[in-house]
């Protein structure tokens, strides 16, 4: 059972989410907050699979709760989930940098909400090929230094992780690039956790994040 915790300062949302998300059989929700400080205690005290979390709230907004949670060790597990009504804006984009494992717009359908919950559940970053080329269009260019750590990380790939971080950051499944490379699945993600391991990334999201701000990868240029 994937156990959720909601966090929207509005009772209306929370409520309208818990019977979209718990219709679904293999998933539950185990507590709701109000603002991102309730969250972070929430989760604390629940340690949910994911953290559904809205990024404007007042009082401590679901930006720094992210950055709270994420720079946890005890919270490792528990993945966040950012819900927006503005999908591509500079607060979503330092989410996904301080360990958000992708986003939803809040006019997201049903059945896409409870896949996402699956998908980021289970380890796996959330971001849309068209959501992934504005972010990095709008905010990846601009001059950033990457933390020493990163950068010495980078260092320790080996040349096949830095091909296989190069395609997760293109957005190629591991499947997918399973096909392309030849190999398995299951070596595709071994590699891609030994890259995360490297240079400290939480998730693919933050894996993604790491290889344009360091050039490793190179954001895709309008058609």
Do not use: C, W
Not at 186 to 194: E, G, M, P
Request: net charge negative.
């Amino acid at each position: 059972m994937i156990r959720v915790l909601l966090a929207d300062d509005q009772a209306l949302i929370r409520a309208g989410f818990r019977v979209l998300v718990e219709a679904a059989a293999d998933i539950t929700v185990v507590a709701e907050a109000a603002d991102g400080a309730e969250a972070v205690r929430l989760a604390r005290e629940t340690r949910p699979d994911v953290i559904l979390m809205d990024i404007r709230m007042p009082g401590t907004d679901g930006l720094s709760a992210t950055r709270e949670l994420t720079g946890d060790p005890t919270l490792n597990e528990v993945k966040v989930l950012v819900l927006t009504t503005f999908e591509l804006d500079e607060h979503v984009f330092e989410a996904l940098r301080v360990g958000a494992s992708g986003f939803l717009g809040k006019g997201v359908e049903p059945d896409e909400l409870v896949a996402a919950i699956r998908v980021v559940a289970r380890g796996d970053a959330l971001l849309s090929p068209q959501a992934t080329r504005h972010l990095i269009e709008q905010y990846l260019r601009q001059p950033a230094t990457p933390a020493p750590a990163v950068t010495a990380g980078l260092d320790l790939l080996t040349k096949r992780e830095n091909e296989i971080v190069r395609l997760i950051a293109y957005g190629l499944t591991n499947d997918e690039i399973a096909e392309q490379l030849y190999l398995s699945p299951l070596t595709v993600k071994t590699h891609a956790n030994r890259a995360m391991t490297k240079v400290a990334a939480r998730d693919r999201a933050q894996l993604v994040v790491i290889a344009y701000q360091t050039g490793l990868a190179e954001a895709p240029s309008r058609n």
